[in-house]
């Protein structure tokens, strides 16, 4: 059986993303919890989401994917993104509608964190129309 080195985790997309993806989910989660105490859920969901999305546009593409990160795959980023924080939203009014306390409003990252690896995965793992005319 061959041993993993620390070497070969950081070689693999999914270990680096584990890492990136944690640090951003781990932050904007704190943060969805603390601001959810004193603004509506769905706005604390909104700032903690905008600000984790400027992380993870600069950091997902170049380094978990080491990818060339060119506005079109930016853009192609930010809108999966925004399609994964309606998927949030959702979550989050379904919560409140069945009491849940703001504490639960954790359960989004059960539901946007995989989105957000399978979005990234496909935006820059595949060629850009550039890099095939090369």
């Known amino acids: 059986m061959r041993r993993l080195t620390v070497r070969a985790a950081f070689a693999s997309p999914a270990f680096r993303f584990l890492l990136v993806g944690g640090s951003n989910t781990l ?34 593409g170049r380094w978990v994917f080491s990818s060339h990160v060119s506005l079109r795959r930016a853009g192609l980023y930010i809108a999966a993104y925004l399609a994964i924080y309606l998927v949030g939203l959702v979550v989050i009014a379904a919560l409140k509608s069945w ?30 129309p550039e890099e095939q005319q090369q």
């Open 99 to 128: 009491g849940a306390p703001p504490v639960a409003n954790l359960a989004t990252i059960v539901v946007t964190a995989p989105l957000s690896f399978l979005a990234g995965k496909f935006i820059f793992t595949n060629p850009s």
């Open 27 to 60: 932050a904007t989660g704190l943060l969805v919890v603390a601001l959810s105490l004193i603004l509506p859920g769905w706005l604390a969901f909104t700032i903690a989401f905008a600000l984790g999305i400027c992380f993870s546009v600069f950091v997902t």
